[in-house]
């Protein structure tokens, strides 16, 4: 990979940071996150206490880039067709046509996604996965960028449905926002004051831009040690005695394909271990599941990351360029 395109990904990913970042406020890491996983083809879940701005992330995220945009917002008596369309008459036809559903839309904001039944969860499964649906035997591709984004309340369990770990293991990334420093409340009493920033977002990139870095990513270079290095981590996932269930290899290849992205918009061409380190419990703590699971699961499924992390060794000496681990 040369050297002026891993730059121009640097750039466009900073537009598109800074872009977000002049409606979210303070939180560069969870954008940046957010970032990679658009670079790789990756869907994001968002799970945090309500009023975090799950759902304003996912919003200025879509309106940053050049693609159609659509949300859904969950809840128990939505339909499976609701999200991947249905067919309706046409009288002037006599006939039946498909009228597709918000699903066929290039970035897909599910809003609130545990509060709906398994099986309109699983109308999202094929098209996260295939990147296709399929109503009354027809098959159709989804456009491409595809980009699913899904926010959910942990704390809120009553009405809920959890979703399956199936459904989850197509989730690139799991992102917590966190509350906001003493400093950023005040930035955001002062920027939210007077009119909302994100009505006046606009995109920074187009959609065949995004396309295009998206495959350039994975020509960043990953040498033989650092990929053995992703292989022990996940082995180490599935060893710990802690761990009832340990990450697969679909967690690996993503966790591979987040690395690449990362470097790049970093604007290196290689993948270092300190990038690894980084992206490991975002892109693996929905992925395993500890013994004595409990409502704090993902609490437990953090602190076993780290030991794991902690215990395997690291094949180059830490550079401190993927920031703190």
């Known amino acids: 990979m040369e050297e002026k395109d891993v730059q121009r990904i640097k750039a466009a990913a900073g537009r598109i940071k800074e872009n977000v970042e002049r409606v979210i406020v303070g939180k560069g890491e969870v954008v940046e996150l957010a970032i990679v996983a658009l670079l790789c083809e990756g ?46 008459f046409n009288q ?67 009405g809920t449905f959890p979703l399956p770990e199936a459904q989850l293991d197509r989730f690139l990334m799991k992102i917590q926002i966190g509350y ?26 187009s959609a065949d831009e995004l396309i295009k870095m998206q495959h350039e990513c994975r020509e960043v270079h990953v040498a033989a040690d650092v990929e053995d290095y992703i292989i022990r981590l996940v082995h180490a996932t599935r060893k710990n005695a802690a761990v009832e269930l340990g990450a697969s290899p679909r967690a690996m290849l993503a966790l591979y394909n987040a690395s690449q992205a990362f470097a790049a918009i970093r604007g290196r061409a290689f993948v270092n271990p300190d990038d690894i380190k980084y992206l490991m419990t975002p892109v693996l703590i929905h992925r395993i599941i500890p013994k004595s699971e409990s409502r704090l699961r993902g609490q437990k499924a953090e602190e076993t990351l780290k030991e794991i992390k902690d215990s395997v060794f690291v094949p180059v000496e830490d550079e401190g360029v993927a920031g703190e681990a």
């Open 43 to 88: 869907h994001i879940l968002l799970e945090d206490v309500p009023g975090l701005g799950k759902t304003v992330l996912a919003k200025s995220l879509a309106k940053s880039l050049g693609c159609s945009f659509r949300r859904i917002q969950c809840t128990p008596d939505l339909l499976p067709s609701d999200i991947t369309g249905t067919y309706i």
């Open 92 to 158: 002037k036809t006599s006939d039946f046509e498909y009228r597709p559903g918000p699903v066929m839309s290039q970035v897909v904001l599910a809003d609130e996604i545990n509060r709906a039944t398994p099986r309109t969860q699983s109308a999202l499964l094929e098209a996260m996965q295939e990147r296709q649906v399929t109503t009354e035997g027809e098959t159709r591709p989804l456009p491409r960028p595809f980009l699913v984004m899904a926010t959910q309340n942990p704390i809120e369990l009553e």
């Open 180 to 205: 906001p420093s003493l400093e950023d409340d005040r930035a955001i009493l002062s920027r939210f004051r007077r009119d909302d920033p994100l009505e006046g977002l606009s995109s920074v990139i």
